[in-house]
């Protein structure tokens, strides 16, 4: 199958987006994503020759018989799944016509050209991801996410090889803590250093804590499809409730978890971007940032900010702001 949109693939997985980490990448250079649909597990494969397509094929699980299921009917619903996970719906073109109509915006065209949001295939996995995200580094993050699926979550074999599902919350909400919880669960009964079947294991730190009780959350009170209904205030104030969920975090997790567009996350970089493009690097408040964001930008504002951040990190902008 071929999707005919404007994208910049490479770029849109490497850009640090905290839906989920980067697909794998094989030898003949397509990314790879296990997607959890209706009829079926099914593993993505995407390419591309140029930015103006994408080239989609699509495994499926060994142990399933491909003659059971309605092809046409499958295929329909992994492209309307790709489309929707890499937003291609979205008109670029008219985005890059509003970002010329700002001269501090002109440039991030050049260096963000076929960039696009990476939205969730799986909300749970994004609200995870982006807690894990706080105050550390993406490929950290990446890499303690990409452990939480492999530890824990269902494992699928295709022709291509094994991958694994995120876990759900049920699931999440049963890994121990830490390697001490995970000790007395076993009434000592190993070394505490062979516990590793808990999440600091995977490199999470301090927001283990957050992770279990958000699993517990979504296990036992709130139903992530429900968010998808709600208006973006009503959203952020759900959202802001969960443990280790910041102003920031929060509208991470709205933007790429459940594509509210409209929210602008800002944190010390995007603070400093602003600031160093509209306020002649006044120091201000990420509240007053967010605000501004919103304001400006409007249904842009997710994609501003994803423009501007990526923008300020390929210029060298970020490098000179480093500096201040």
């Known amino acids: 199958m071929k999707i005919n ?49 994408l080239n989609l094929d699509y495994e499926l ?24 996970i890499y937003n291609l719906d979205f008109d670029l073109d008219k985005f890059y016509k509003f970002l010329i109509t700002d001269s501090k915006l002109i440039d991030s065209i050049k260096f963000c050209n076929g960039l696009r949001l990476f939205l969730a295939k799986n909300p749970f996995e994004c609200i995870i ?6 105050n550390n580094s993406i490929n950290r993050w990446t890499k303690s996410i990409s452990q939480i699926r492999y530890k824990w979550g269902e494992e699928i074999l295709f022709p291509s090889g094994n991958f694994f599902a995120f876990p759900t919350p049920s699931k999440l909400s049963k890994v121990y803590e830490n ?7 076993l009434n000592h009964s190993t070394e505490i250093e062979c516990c590793v079947n808990n999440l600091k294991s995977c490199g999470v730190g301090y927001r283990a804590k957050y992770m279990k009780k958000t699993s517990h959350i979504f296990k036992n009170q709130l139903n992530y499809n429900d968010i998808f209904k709600m208006k973006y205030d ?50 201000i408040s990420a509240n007053k940032v967010r605000d501004f964001g919103m304001d400006k930008f409007g249904d842009y504002a997710g994609y501003a900010q994803l ?5 300020a990190r390929k210029s060298g902008l970020m490098d000179k702001l480093t500096k201040i």
Do not use: M
């Open 234 to 283: 009503e959203a952020f104030q759900t959202i802001i409730k969960i443990p280790g969920v910041g102003p920031k975090v929060a509208d991470c997790i709205l933007l790429y978890g459940f594509g509210f567009k409209e929210a602008f996350p800002s944190d010390v970089w995007i603070k400093r971007i602003i600031s160093n493009l509209y306020f002649n690097g006044e120091d």
């Open 129 to 134: 991801s982006s807690i894990c995200s706080a």
């Open 61 to 84: 699980p060994l142990n399933l018989d491909s003659s059971l299921f309605n092809k046409k009917s499958l295929e329909k619903e992994i492209y309307s799944e790709i489309v929707k």
């Open 307 to 311: 423009y501007l951040f990526h923008y």
């Open 5 to 53: 949109k404007l994208i910049n693939l490479e770029l849109t997985q490497s850009s640090g987006q905290t839906s989920q980490p980067p697909w794998s990448l094989n030898d003949e250079g397509e990314y790879q994503g296990l997607l959890i649909l209706k009829e079926s597990p099914v593993l993505i494969k995407l390419s591309q020759n140029n930015f103006k397509s």
């Open 179 to 185: 390697d001490l919880e995970e000790y007395e669960a």
